[in-house]
């Protein structure tokens, strides 16, 4: 048996989950901390007067806690017409990812790890820069390993979505000490 602050904690996380269902697939206008809001005005005691917000609750104690499932797993669940269906998708995903632009990168690695992305070579270029200044500035030369591994820069090219997620991990170039 739930004491009261387990059952409210549980409540307050189911609250968020359907006000996050509710934002991502239903499309439901708000942040998901005002549509958890909403969710939690419409309860009353330890049940709520909206019937669809009930039996969600009923259901999400019901359901046992998923342990993270791994895709073999998962697979061999499948009966062939779902395991059939799976790889369509998939071929349809491929499809879309083969058509999808390509953008020209620079890559800018040190001690042999990726360090930035450039879109441009001036951008590369003013990242090094920046990098052998403060490099040649700090106190300790012995901080990075550049006579086994040269800085590089590498060129390449990405589809355009995968872009924002390798843009989004690039290191200062002032910051080396903490690599």
Same mark, same amino acid.
């Given at each position: 048996?739930?004491?009261?602050?387990?059952?409210?904690?549980?409540?307050?996380?189911?609250?968020?989950?359907?006000?996050?269902?509710?934002? %991502?697939? *239903?499309?439901? #206008?708000?942040?998901?901390? !005002?549509?958890? =809001?909403? &969710?939690? +005005?419409?309860?009353?005691?330890?049940?709520?007067?909206?019937?669809?917000?009930?039996?969600?609750?009923?259901?999400?104690?019901?359901?046992?806690?998923?342990?993270?499932?791994?895709?073999?797993?998962?697979?061999?669940?499948?009966?062939?017409?779902?395991?059939? %269906?799976? *790889?369509?998708? #998939?071929?349809?995903?491929? !499809?879309?990812? =083969?058509? &999808?632009? +390509?953008?020209?990168?620079?890559?800018?690695?040190?001690?042999?790890?990726?360090?930035?992305?450039?879109?441009?070579?001036?951008?590369?270029?003013?990242?090094?820069?920046?990098?052998?200044?403060?490099?040649?500035?700090?106190?300790?030369?012995?901080?990075?390993?550049?006579?086994?591994?040269?800085?590089?820069?590498?060129?390449?090219?990405?589809?355009?979505?995968?872009?924002?997620?390798?843009?989004?991990?690039?290191?200062?170039?002032?910051?080396?000490?903490?690599?």
């Amino acid at each position: 048996m739930l004491t009261w602050e387990e059952l409210k904690k549980l409540r307050e996380d189911f609250e968020t989950a359907y006000a996050r269902h509710a934002k %991502r697939y *239903v499309g439901l #206008a708000g942040t998901v901390e !005002e549509i958890a =809001e909403l &969710v939690k +005005k419409d309860r009353n005691g330890p049940h709520y007067r909206n019937e669809k917000c009930d039996y969600a609750w009923i259901g999400y104690q019901l359901a046992p806690i998923p342990k993270s499932l791994s895709t073999p797993e998962f697979l061999a669940d499948l009966d062939r017409a779902q395991l059939h %269906r799976c *790889v369509e998708m #998939a071929n349809e995903r491929l !499809e879309k990812l =083969e058509q &999808v632009a +390509k953008v020209q990168v620079w890559l800018l690695i040190v001690d042999g790890v990726r360090r930035y992305t450039a879109t441009s070579s001036a951008e590369a270029m003013s990242w090094l820069g920046r990098f052998v200044a403060a490099y040649e500035a700090a106190p300790d030369p012995d901080l990075l390993d550049s006579e086994r591994r040269p800085v590089l820069i590498e060129t390449g090219k990405v589809h355009a979505d995968e872009l924002p997620v390798m843009l989004s991990v690039n290191d200062k170039p002032e910051a080396f000490a903490k690599w």
